[in-house]
């Protein structure tokens, strides 16, 4: 018992002497999230296109800047950037109908979920992205934290507060989210060989601290997705 306890505080101050001495990032853009789903979205965006949109649906449409990222299909970083992979350290179990895979967090749906299947909050649970060595540089974390798809789902969960972020398997930052039903952009710096000759490389997300739901434990990321350069 006593080892047990000391295995267990040797390991704490372990992860609060590497918190402490790696950077924190706070989001330096958020963006409210709209109140329309993904379908009256695309409704919107079919008439937009039509240029049948009244002066009402015209003004919900264009408060659409999130949904235009991940749906409208714009040049991006994604134009010459890929992920070979997402990975997570564990997955709450699946229903008849829906799961909630690791690929969930990366899969532009805002309304498909990854959540931790760990006891209680998820701490120290983890999502990891892979590259080829080639992949355009990153320089952009953006994350849609908490089951987004509707206020009241966001609430119930549980969402990140601190994320620590891996580069090539080293700690390399904190992110600091603020406990908002938004997407939250981090800018870490250049990352990445960008080298046709370099091995694959990875972005680790660790979970080291959340907001409480007021229902559920779990602890839930709708999106967690990248910009960056070397693509124009």
Same mark, same amino acid.
């Given at each position: 018992?006593?080892?047990?306890?000391?295995?267990?505080?040797?390991?704490?101050?372990?992860?609060?002497?590497?918190?402490?001495?790696?950077?924190?990032?706070?989001?330096?853009?958020?963006?409210?999230?709209?109140?329309?789903?993904?379908?009256?979205?695309?409704?919107?965006?079919?008439?937009?296109?039509?240029?049948?949109?009244?002066?009402?649906?015209?003004?919900?449409?264009?408060?659409?800047?999130?949904?235009?990222?991940?749906?409208?299909?714009?040049?991006?970083?994604?134009?010459?950037?890929?992920?070979?992979?997402?990975?997570?350290?564990?997955?709450?179990?699946?229903?008849?109908?829906?799961?909630?895979?690791?690929?969930?967090?990366?899969?532009?749906?805002?309304?498909?979920?990854?959540?931790?299947?760990?006891?209680?909050?998820?701490?120290?649970?983890?999502?990891?992205?892979?590259?080829?060595? $080639?992949?355009?540089?990153?320089?952009? /974390? +953006?994350? @849609?934290?908490?089951?987004? =798809?509707? %206020?009241? $789902?966001?609430?119930?969960?549980?969402? /990140? +507060?601190? @994320?620590?972020?891996?580069? =090539?398997? %080293?700690?390399?930052?904190?992110?600091?989210?603020?406990?908002?039903?938004?997407?939250?952009?981090?800018?870490?710096?250049?990352?990445?060989?960008?080298?046709?000759?370099?091995?694959?490389?990875?972005?680790?997300?660790?979970?080291?601290?959340?907001?409480?739901?007021?229902?559920?434990?779990?602890?839930?990321?709708?999106?967690?997705?990248?910009?960056?350069?070397?693509?124009?």
């Amino acid at each position: 018992m006593k080892q047990t306890a000391l295995l267990m505080m040797l390991a704490l101050m372990t992860s609060t002497a590497m918190e402490a001495q790696t950077k924190t990032i706070k989001p330096n853009a958020i963006f409210k999230m709209p109140s329309v789903s993904l379908d009256e979205y695309n409704r919107l965006f079919a008439l937009n296109e039509e240029g049948k949109l009244s002066p009402k649906e015209k003004v919900a449409f264009e408060t659409c800047g999130i949904f235009d990222d991940l749906y409208a299909g714009f040049c991006s970083w994604y134009c010459g950037g890929e992920v070979l992979s997402v990975k997570a350290s564990s997955c709450l179990k699946p229903t008849s109908k829906i799961n909630y895979e690791a690929e969930n967090a990366h899969d532009f749906n805002h309304e498909s979920v990854w959540v931790e299947g760990a006891k209680g909050q998820g701490i120290g649970e983890y999502l990891v992205y892979e590259f080829a060595g $080639a992949c355009p540089r990153i320089t952009t /974390v +953006k994350i @849609l934290n908490g089951h987004v =798809k509707s %206020e009241k $789902a966001w609430r119930e969960n549980s969402r /990140v +507060k601190k @994320l620590r972020m891996y580069y =090539k398997n %080293e700690p390399y930052a904190i992110l600091e989210l603020e406990d908002s039903r938004t997407e939250q952009d981090f800018e870490v710096g250049v990352l990445g060989p960008h080298d046709g000759n370099a091995p694959k490389w990875t972005l680790k997300f660790e979970i080291l601290e959340v907001y409480p739901g007021s229902k559920y434990q779990d602890t839930v990321i709708s999106e967690l997705w990248f910009d960056g350069i070397d693509v124009h």
